[in-house]
């Protein structure tokens, strides 16, 4: 699968639910590996937002990011709208501090993204798959969450707020591909309760009975209607007889499970990285959404920063050899440390290098006793990182890779003469204005000798 953006801008008005604001947002084309951002362009400098769980600053009454002096409120119904329909890079510029809540849904969203224009990008989606169960709960409010291995992205949500007039609902998707239709159009919902604690504290200021189901729990008196129908500003409220204010129909029998569900793929977007697994959600809330999301998180940096051991098949030819490295690398004898160049991807590399008793530096480096010099080892792997930079562009002889930082370099065992040195260079972050952040890692068969994360310059020879 390729990563995707929108092929042109696109902008959605309305209000926020909370400050009552009228807000202008607008959805903008952004290059591969950007990722969701978020933009203040009210604000001075107008602060970039990364749309992350690590941002998260409030889950109190929907779910708000704050990063760079900047803070936007309500994201998950956007996070919903790019989510389900598998937009992975995208910009969203808005001029206040809430998203508009529209109807209470995602479907104008969706609409709007779906105007635009959905476009494939070159590079590659990368997906992280469950490996085992990642379970979370919250025992004082009976929350319970789990994420099984699964190769797909199924959600399943149950709702029990103990009222008679929900009762216990359920609600899942299959597919994201469903989420347009089955689950985009589900507004939101709160209690008459909730409603008046609200109103009482300043916020809902927004709020109108065409954007949210309001769930009457209680018997309701007429002069408490005329309260409401002042609240909303409208010539009068009723209450349905199965507890819905003002006869707003419903649009799904279970509506309020699938906008749980919604808020859930929101949520859960703010991952930063598409998952494969079996979702599965009882009584979740924007807060378990977070936390669930972070221990998600959690693992795929634990996992993806592990080792990962790269086989090599001495049978199968070099994607480069030793002629073609020289003409991608400006070294020369002694200092070429790359024998063959086994694999390239779109953010990785695997390189050879065979130690021998030949190599020079074995006449200094304890004679008696040879160990290969960790320092070369740190070089031959740089160089291997070299080639996946330089692959990367029409005319490799003509630049020259220079180191600007070392971190976390450790070295775990000797190499000795007639080792089979095999080095993996993992990029950990997108290469920008020619600077590239790489994590490396030198294998002796499955033994690992030595790691360290690089950062190098690619720069243009005068």
């Not at 920008?432 to 790489?438: A, F, Q, S």
């Amino acid at each position: 699968m390729k990563q995707t953006t929108i092929k042109k801008p696109v902008n959605v008005e309305g209000v926020g639910l909370h400050t009552g604001q009228i807000v202008s947002m607008t959805f903008m084309p952004a290059p591969e590996n950007y990722g969701i951002k978020f933009q203040r362009v009210d604000l001075p400098g107008q602060p970039i937002i990364d749309a992350d769980v690590d941002n998260v600053v409030d889950t109190s009454r929907g779910t708000t990011i704050e990063q760079n002096g900047g803070r936007v409120a309500t994201v998950e119904h956007v996070m919903a709208s790019l989510a389900g329909l598998e937009i992975d890079n995208c910009l969203v510029q808005i001029n206040g501090g809430e998203t508009p809540i529209m109807d209470g849904s995602s479907r104008y969203f969706i609409k709007a993204l779906k105007e635009a224009g959905v476009v494939e990008q070159d590079a590659e989606r990368e997906y992280f798959t469950i490996p085992q169960n990642v379970f979370y709960t919250e025992s004082d409010r009976s929350v319970e969450m789990i994420a099984m291995p699964l190769d797909d992205y199924r959600l399943t949500v149950m709702v029990d707020y103990n009222s008679p007039v929900l009762g216990s609902q359920h609600a899942s998707i299959t597919s994201l591909k469903e989420f347009e239709s089955e689950v985009s159009s589900c507004r939101t919902f709160c209690f008459l309760h909730e409603l008046e604690l609200l109103y009482n504290n300043g916020l809902i200021q927004g709020g109108d009975l065409n954007n949210a189901i309001v769930i009457v729990d209680r018997v309701i008196e007429d002069h408490e209607l005329e309260h409401l129908a002042k609240m909303f500003n409208k010539p009068k409220v009723e209450v349905k007889k199965e507890g819905i204010l003002n006869n707003v129909d419903l649009r799904f029998h279970n509506e309020p499970a699938r906008h749980k569900l919604l808020d859930l793929i929101g949520d859960l977007a703010l991952i930063g990285t598409p998952i494969k697994a079996q979702i599965m959600a009882a009584r979740p809330g924007h807060a378990a959404n977070v936390a669930f999301g972070k221990k998600i998180k959690a693992l795929i940096k634990k996992t993806r920063s592990a080792v990962k051991v790269p086989r090599y098949d001495p049978n199968k030819p070099a994607l480069y050899n030793a002629d073609q490295i020289e003409k991608m690398l400006p070294h020369r004898y002694p200092f070429l440390m790359v024998d063959k160049i086994l694999e390239v991807g779109e953010n990785h590399v695997i390189a050879l290098k065979n130690v021998t008793i030949n190599e020079p530096f074995f006449q200094g480096h304890f004679p008696s006793n040879p160990v290969m010099p960790g320092v070369l080892i740190i070089e031959a792997m740089a160089q291997s990182g070299g080639i996946l930079v330089l692959s990367k562009v029409e005319d490799p002889e003509n630049y020259n890779t220079y180191f600007m930082k070392i971190d976390n370099a450790k070295f775990k065992d000797k190499v000795l003469p007639g080792d089979t040195l095999v080095f993996r260079l993992d990029l950990i972050a997108p290469i920008r204005r020619g600077v590239c952040v790489m994590k490396g890692s030198a294998f002796v068969g499955d033994k690992l000798v030595a790691e360290a994360e690089l950062m190098a310059q690619v720069a243009k020879k005068n």
